[in-house]
């Protein structure tokens, strides 16, 4: 006779993975992008959980720290940035392009299942290293992935100095003629948009400024 | 405590590899269509993000189902987290630069380079 205790496993997979589902539905559907961003972190979170029940608590952490510490803070910073009501403007065939979209995805999923379903697994594989990983992973990000593990390090600093040039704003602080400070927010409300202009010559960012 | 025996046959005690991929496999395709279908940056980098994690609950799966003692899937999940920091902290500088300069989101708009 089966207890409770011998599926809770199962159980929590089964949680998890609606918890998964539901909040990844609820990201790309979610009319507001706020509720979006926080159901991403919930969905990072469940993950994380399914990595817990795969015996890798390393990676469970590392998931939870930079994924919902990290990434899903960033996207709410870029949502508070860039957060301007704004009404869309209404493209043909938008009901069309999403039906058969969602078709071709539902085709995909069909065929995504089927291999999952039909292919034989060699299972059950080697047993599990269990709370070992950790010291596991160590070893292997040392010896056999060192060369990745160090050329990640050099894309993190790539992509940090990459992310600081792009989002930096290139205005002047100080008038050039006459050298008194620039009101900043009467820049950027004076700033013409730089890539409807037909001509792309730099133009004088203070002209309009009294 | 037991459950009654018809609800005792049906709850397996341990949760099977294909269980781990159909996951997997469903939260792939919800991000393929959020990524073709949503207007807002944000939410097409959000379903970025859906997708690779999709993948690394595949690669966790075998690392721990079909590779139990060199994990080495652990370690490829690792090093897409990584890459996946880096992606959004990339992409999402490219949307404010964007935003900078079309004063817009909206991703029917940024049509420059399509014809």
């Given at each position: 006779?089966?207890s409770i205790a011998d599926s809770t496993q199962f159980?929590?997979?089964?949680?998890?993975?609606?918890?998964?589902?539901?909040?990844?539905?609820?990201?790309?559907?979610?009319?507001?992008?706020?509720?979006?961003?926080?159901?991403?972190?919930?969905?990072?979170?469940?993950?994380?959980?399914?990595?817990?029940?795969?015996?890798?608590?390393?990676?469970?952490?590392?998931?939870?720290?930079?994924?919902?510490?990290?990434?899903?803070?960033?996207?709410?910073?870029?949502?508070?940035?860039?957060?301007?009501?704004?009404?869309?403007?209404?493209?043909?065939?938008?009901?069309?392009?999403?039906?058969?979209?969602?078709?071709?995805?539902?085709?995909?999923?069909?065929?995504?299942?089927?291999?999952?379903?039909?292919?034989?697994?060699?299972?059950?594989?080697?047993?599990?290293?269990?709370?070992?990983?950790?010291?596991?992973?160590?070893?292997?990000?040392?010896?056999?992935?060192?060369?990745?593990?160090?050329?990640?390090?050099?894309?993190?600093?790539?992509?940090?100095?990459?992310?600081?040039?792009?989002?930096?704003?290139?205005?002047?602080?100080?008038?050039?003629?006459?050298?008194?400070?620039?009101?900043?927010?009467?820049?950027?409300?004076?700033?013409?948009?730089?890539?409807?202009?037909?001509?792309?010559?730099?133009?004088?960012?203070?002209?309009?400024?009294? | 405590?037991?459950?009654?025996?018809?609800?005792?046959?049906?709850?397996?005690?341990?949760?099977?590899?294909?269980?781990?991929?159909?996951?997997?496999?469903?939260?792939?395709?919800?991000?393929?269509?959020?990524?073709?279908?949503?207007?807002?940056?944000?939410?097409?980098?959000?379903?970025?993000?859906?997708?690779?994690?999709?993948?690394?609950?595949?690669?966790?799966?075998?690392?721990?189902?079909?590779?139990?003692?060199?994990?080495?899937?652990?370690?490829?999940?690792?090093?897409?987290?990584?890459?996946?920091?880096?992606?959004?902290?990339?992409?999402?500088?490219?949307?404010?630069s964007l935003y900078r300069n079309r004063e817009t989101?909206?991703?029917?708009?940024?049509?420059?380079?399509?014809?």
């Open positions: 006779m089966m159980l929590c997979f089964l949680a998890l993975s609606a918890a998964v589902l539901f909040g990844a539905l609820g990201v790309v559907l979610l009319p507001n992008i706020v509720y979006s961003a926080f159901l991403l972190g919930g969905v990072f979170l469940a993950v994380s959980g399914l990595y817990l029940l795969l015996n890798a608590s390393f990676v469970a952490a590392a998931q939870m720290m930079i994924y919902v510490g990290a990434v899903n803070v960033l996207i709410l910073f870029a949502i508070m940035l860039v957060n301007k009501k704004e009404t869309l403007a209404v493209i043909p065939g938008l009901a069309l392009r999403r039906i058969l979209s969602g078709a071709v995805c539902a085709g995909l999923l069909g065929l995504l299942l089927r291999v999952d379903f039909t292919t034989p697994w060699a299972l059950p594989g080697p047993p599990s290293i269990g709370d070992g990983a950790t010291i596991r992973i160590g070893e292997h990000l040392f010896s056999d992935y060192l060369l990745p593990f160090e050329l990640a390090s050099v894309l993190l600093l790539m992509a940090m100095i990459g992310a600081i040039v792009l989002a930096r704003r290139d205005v002047f602080t100080s008038d050039v003629i006459t050298g008194e400070e620039a009101d900043q927010g009467l820049i950027e409300k004076t700033r013409t948009p730089l890539l409807i202009k037909k001509n792309l010559q730099i133009q004088p960012l203070l002209e309009k400024t009294p | 405590m037991s459950l009654s025996p018809v609800l005792a046959f049906t709850l397996p005690a341990t949760v099977p590899l294909q269980g781990f991929l159909a996951v997997a496999a469903v939260l792939f395709c919800t991000g393929v269509w959020g990524l073709i279908n949503s207007r807002n940056a944000v939410r097409v980098l959000m379903s970025i993000e859906l997708m690779l994690n999709a993948v690394n609950i595949n690669l966790m799966a075998f690392s721990s189902y079909l590779d139990g003692q060199l994990i080495r899937g652990q370690v490829f999940t690792i090093f897409v987290i990584t890459v996946a920091a880096a992606e959004a902290a990339v992409g999402l500088a490219i949307l404010l989101v909206d991703m029917e708009r940024f049509n420059l380079l399509r014809w």
